[in-house]
């Protein structure tokens, strides 16, 4: 079973994120499926050629923007990496660019292979609202951007029971 162990706000700079765009009708359960094209691919290798955001805790992204009033025509799901915002943009790939600012984290450990830690959304939520960062930043579309951040060694160093840390993080709004 997945727990929420920390919770805390950080501030990220403006950064352009590069990466490849789905939605809900590439979903099959999820979007693992994709996450598997990616290493197959090697898509992050090529982007991982551009040298990636210095001065950032980084790591594979997964990024979440919908407006939570019509989740199903608007959501979206990028994978990718951060950069600096004025990173070109390689061929094939995407990019969004975001506005420097805070972020919540919360720290969700658990298991990988059972998938506990991927449904954690609304307790993350609750998180956030209870450490008083309910206040979620959103975009002219009116859409709020979270993401799954897959840091290393948090996410790839297992402790003695298999379980790991993946990052959830919203754009907050400022205050």
Same mark, same amino acid.
């Given at each position: 079973?997945?727990?929420?162990?920390?919770?805390?706000?950080?501030?990220? =700079?403006?950064?352009?994120?590069?990466?490849?765009?789905?939605?809900?009708?590439?979903?099959?359960?999820?979007?693992?499926?994709?996450?598997?094209?990616?290493?197959?691919?090697?898509?992050?290798?090529? #982007?991982?050629?551009?040298?990636?955001? =210095?001065?950032?805790?980084?790591?594979?992204?997964? #990024?979440?923007?919908?407006?939570?009033?019509?989740?199903?025509?608007?959501?979206?799901?990028?994978?990718? #990496?951060?950069? =600096?915002?004025?990173?070109?943009?390689?061929?094939?790939?995407?990019?969004?660019?975001?506005?420097?600012?805070?972020?919540?984290?919360?720290?969700?450990?658990?298991?990988?292979?059972?998938?506990?830690?991927?449904?954690?959304?609304?307790?993350?939520?609750?998180?956030?609202?209870?450490?008083?960062?309910?206040?979620?930043?959103?975009?002219?579309?009116?859409?709020?951007?979270?993401?799954?951040?897959?840091?290393?060694?948090?996410?790839?160093?297992?402790?003695?029971?298999?379980?790991?840390?993946?990052?959830?993080?919203?754009?907050?709004?400022?205050?």
């Amino acid at each position: 079973m997945a727990e929420i162990i920390k919770v805390y706000k950080e501030h990220l =700079p403006s950064l352009r994120f590069i990466g490849k765009c789905y939605t809900n009708a590439d979903r099959v359960g999820g979007f693992g499926h994709k996450w598997a094209e990616w290493f197959q691919k090697g898509w992050f290798e090529a #982007l991982g050629n551009l040298g990636g955001a =210095p001065d950032i805790e980084n790591g594979y992204l997964g #990024l979440m923007r919908c407006d939570s009033s019509n989740f199903e025509n608007t959501f979206e799901y990028w994978i990718g #990496l951060f950069f =600096p915002s004025d990173t070109s943009v390689p061929s094939g790939y995407d990019s969004i660019d975001l506005d420097g600012g805070p972020i919540g984290v919360c720290w969700i450990k658990g298991s990988e292979e059972d998938g506990s830690i991927y449904g954690m959304h609304d307790q993350c939520v609750v998180g956030f609202q209870e450490s008083g960062m309910g206040n979620f930043k959103t975009d002219q579309e009116n859409r709020v951007c979270f993401f799954e951040r897959y840091n290393c060694p948090r996410f790839t160093g297992k402790d003695e029971q298999g379980r790991v840390i993946l990052d959830y993080c919203v754009y907050l709004a400022e205050q």
